[in-house]
Nanobody
């Protein structure tokens, strides 16, 4: 059974940094799409960054140049390095994933924020104060 466990959230001041982690367990598939999404109170969920095992990466315009998504394949852990944090980055951050024995099409992961993720973490809160 696949499980995603996030960690690394917290409270920081504007301009600070945090690194989120998402450890995946129970995964036997070699192809993946993984992403970070967030939801602020009273707002709709939004995609932050996504990564496919073919190396394609997508960032939301609001985080480009400040956030970096990466994955340690040996540890099966997805990361989100967040620098120059702003109060508007305050949200619950979720790790999402989908896995397959077969390769995803080239832009399948990066072409949509909702490609069909079927595994979700419990969320980790990020709060940025001004």
């Amino acid at each position: 059974q696949v499980q995603l466990v996030e960690s690394g959230g917290g409270s920081v001041q504007s301009g600070g940094s945090l690194r989120l982690s998402c450890a995946a367990s129970g995964v036997t598939y070699i192809n993946y799409c993984m992403a970070w999404l967030r939801q602020a109170p009273g707002k709709a969920p939004e995609g932050v960054a996504s990564l496919g095992n073919n190396g394609r990466i997508r960032y939301a315009d609001s985080v480009k140049g400040r956030f970096t998504i990466s994955r340690d394949n040996a540890k099966r852990t997805l990361y989100l390095q967040m620098n120059s944090l702003k109060p508007e980055d305050t949200a619950m951050y979720y790790c999402a994933a989908m896995f397959s024995w077969y390769p995803y099409p080239y832009d399948y992961c990066s072409g949509s924020w909702s490609p069909g993720y079927n595994y979700w973490g419990q969320g980790t809160q990020v709060t940025v104060s001004s």
